[in-house]
């Protein structure tokens, strides 16, 4: 995890480091938030600002020690691995000239630190970066007195061939005040483009009031960037390029927006995200055309079995995608969660297609889960909402979720818009393959394309459920249940509860009720029932009542989440939320967003900080 940004600008005349850093800092700090600090070269010497705790900790004490103006500038925000989050463990670490950032974990840390120690070096904190900047040091030194002294690039270069493990590594040098240098290895990286003045960061979010110009770097290179340039070559000094882009987003989508938190603005955006998903994917006659998949119909004709590897939210909606995938393509389909995927021995083979889903694109779990599967033979199609991440970039194909960048750390609108491209999915397989005819495929298009409307109608109906988050916020744990599609739904609702108000939560399959988890329930415990349509789903739903009235008569406080017009579950409910009628498969795209705002008011009427729940960071970039 952790957030890194990078700024050079024009020696005279230009824009304040500091200032451009902390504003980057400000926008990353989702990546990790336990501490942060700010590196500028000015006047010859590397001056430095570090505090555990948040970004505006690290204001304070810049306000309170103030750093001189520089063109350049390196910062970083921390999500502790190595060493616990203090002062002295914040990033950047300072060696001799050198100040560094890092994000990632410096495997071979340990026999490098002794190496080093061993040749005198001291360390001041207990973490890998540390080390990994005295490496850099020592390389440079090294490099006096040959063709490549006072190179920091090519120290740079020697130093990323030393490192195993994962790493995006920044460095500036007080002897030089034109450049920053950076390797990226398992750890995002991208260029910010702009006139006279260029910015690095872990994503562009980290430059994008200034440049919506970046540039993908690739895993194994190194990058030197200056206020006029850049130059890329890989870990054994060969030239290389990278991959200029477009950011597609502006400032304002990554802004608030008049909403209290971040989570409550992405979960108003979903109707967007859904709408944004489904553009330009089918033409007028409905037949899918997902050019971007890049991989032959005759790969896809013979795929027989399916692999969905994801983690936490991605992989509920890749559970909810499951039984789409099935449905429509009758392809036997498995759900995964990446960290347990590959340790199993899973039997993947080259007729295996492996659906990697990822909001940031950069989650090693699921990262890892894409190589094995790849070594294996299977083909690996990634569903990201992140252009460029690592994860897209090493799959075969990827479909783009247009959600717009996700600030918060709970994933809303990313697992709405993931269930939207996995059914883009499922339906193009099923077009290729023949199961399904033009027409019902046209069909539920036009299901799917009716579903922003109807998340809004429930976004009108927020304050009801705003309204009960807040009553029920002091209770001591709360119960979903849910069948079919509605089971992965119920999860979710409670994996939300968990990460944003501290709440003791579980999610059941209905029917497992009564094989254990009935014995939780006790007088005034919440119970959330998430109700299928009673008219695609007619044996289901009344196996659903049943469920209501079996917690309800052992004294639980039901909430009922059921289609408008169903009036069977009226006599078991406490409380009703309604949402709009729709097919069997399109309800969790309705039924997950009352649970959203549920857990959002819960985590506010708790006074707790929705946004940046404690001990999680929104990118996990660590196994
Ligand atoms: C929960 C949440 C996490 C992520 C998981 C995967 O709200 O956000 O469970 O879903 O860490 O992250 P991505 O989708 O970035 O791979």
Redesign the pocket.
């Known amino acids: 995890m952790c957030g890194i940004v990078g700024y050079v600008g024009p020696v005279n005349g230009g824009r304040d480091a500091k200032t451009v850093i902390i504003d980057g800092l400000r926008r990353l700090e989702y990546r990790g938030y336990d501490s942060a600090g700010v590196a500028v070269v000015a006047d010859g010497a590397i001056e430095l600002r570090k505090k555990a705790g948040k970004v505006a900790d690290l204001e304070a004490e810049i306000a309170a020690r103030p750093l001189d103006p520089s063109n350049l500038g390196i910062g970083h925000t921390r999500w502790a691995t190595h060493g616990g989050p203090t002062d002295a463990n914040a990033h950047p670490h300072v060696v001799g000239k050198l100040a560094v950032v890092h994000n990632g974990i410096i495997e071979n840390f340990a026999h490098l630190k002794a190496e080093l120690a061993e040749k005198g070096y001291a360390f001041k904190s207990d973490t890998d970066t540390e080390v990994a900047g005295a490496l850099l040091l020592d390389t440079y030194t090294s490099l006096e007195g040959t063709a490549d002294s006072g190179d920091l690039t090519r120290a740079m270069q020697l130093t990323a061939q030393r490192l195993e493990g994962a790493f995006t590594l920044l460095a500036v040098h007080a002897d030089h005040p034109d450049r920053i240098v950076a390797a990226r290895w398992n750890s995002p990286l991208v260029i910010g483009t702009g006139e006279g003045e260029n910015f690095l960061s872990s994503d562009v979010s980290g430059f994008i009031e200034f440049t919506r110009d970046a540039v993908e770097l690739d895993n194994g290179q190194v990058v030197t960037v200056t206020a006029d340039g850049y130059e890329v070559t890989t870990f054994d000094g060969e030239a290389a390029e990278g991959k200029p882009f477009r950011v597609e987003w502006d400032i304002t989508a990554a802004e608030k927006g008049g909403f209290n938190s971040f989570m409550e603005k992405e979960i108003f955006d979903q109707p967007a995200a859904v709408r944004d998903t489904l553009y330009g994917r089918f033409d007028e006659h409905g037949a899918l055309t997902l050019d971007e998949l890049r991989i032959d119909a005759s790969v896809l004709r013979s795929v027989n079995k399916i692999i969905i590897v994801?983690?936490?939210?991605?992989?509920?909606a890749g559970q909810v995608a499951r039984y789409a995938i099935e449905h429509w393509c009758r392809i036997p389909t498995e759900v995964e969660l990446?960290h347990e995927f590959r340790y199993r021995d899973p039997i993947v083979t080259e007729q295996t297609l492996v659906v990697a889903?990822?909001?940031?694109?950069?989650?090693m779990?699921?990262l890892m889960a894409v190589r094995h599967a790849r070594e294996q033979g299977a083909k690996v199609i990634a569903i990201?909402?992140?252009v460029g991440a690592s994860?897209p970039r090493e799959a075969d194909a990827v479909l783009y979720t247009y959600a717009g960048p996700?600030i918060a750390?709970?994933?809303?609108k990313?697992?709405i818009s993931?269930i939207v491209a996995a059914y883009l999915l499922a339906l193009y397989l099923a077009q290729v393959r023949g199961n399904k005819y033009a027409d019902e495929i046209r069909a539920i298009i036009d299901e799917l394309q009716e579903m922003p409307d109807k998340i809004q109608q429930l976004l009108d109906n927020a304050a009801q459920i705003q309204q009960l988050g807040r009553d029920l916020s002091g209770s001591k744990s709360v119960l979903f249940l849910g069948r079919h599609v509605g089971f992965p739904v119920a999860l979710?609702g409670a994996?939300?509860l968990k990460?944003?108000a501290y709440l003791h939560s579980e999610g059941f399959a209905a029917g497992e009720l009564k094989h254990g988890p009935i014995a939780l329930v006790e007088d005034g415990q919440p119970v959330f029932v998430i109700v299928p349509s009673k008219r695609s789903r007619h044996n289901l739903h009344a196996k659903v009542v049943s469920n209501i009235q079996e917690v309800r008569a052992r004294g639980a406080v039901t909430v009922v989440i059921a289609e408008e017009g169903d009036h069977d579950v009226e006599a078991y409910a406490n409380h009703i939320i309604r949402i709009p009628e729709s097919a069997g498969l399109m309800q969790p795209l309705l039924s997950t967003v009352p649970l959203q705002l549920f857990a959002c008011s819960v985590a506010e009427a708790r006074g707790l900080n929705v946004d940046q729940p404690r001990n999680?960071a929104?990118?996990?970039t660590v196994e």
Do not use: P, R, W
């Open positions: 994801a983690c936490g939210t991605a992989a509920y990446a889903v990822s909001q940031s694109g950069e989650t779990d699921t990201c909402n992140t994860i996700e750390v709970a994933s809303t990313a697992f993931q979710e994996l939300k990460e944003v999680l929104k990118s996990v």
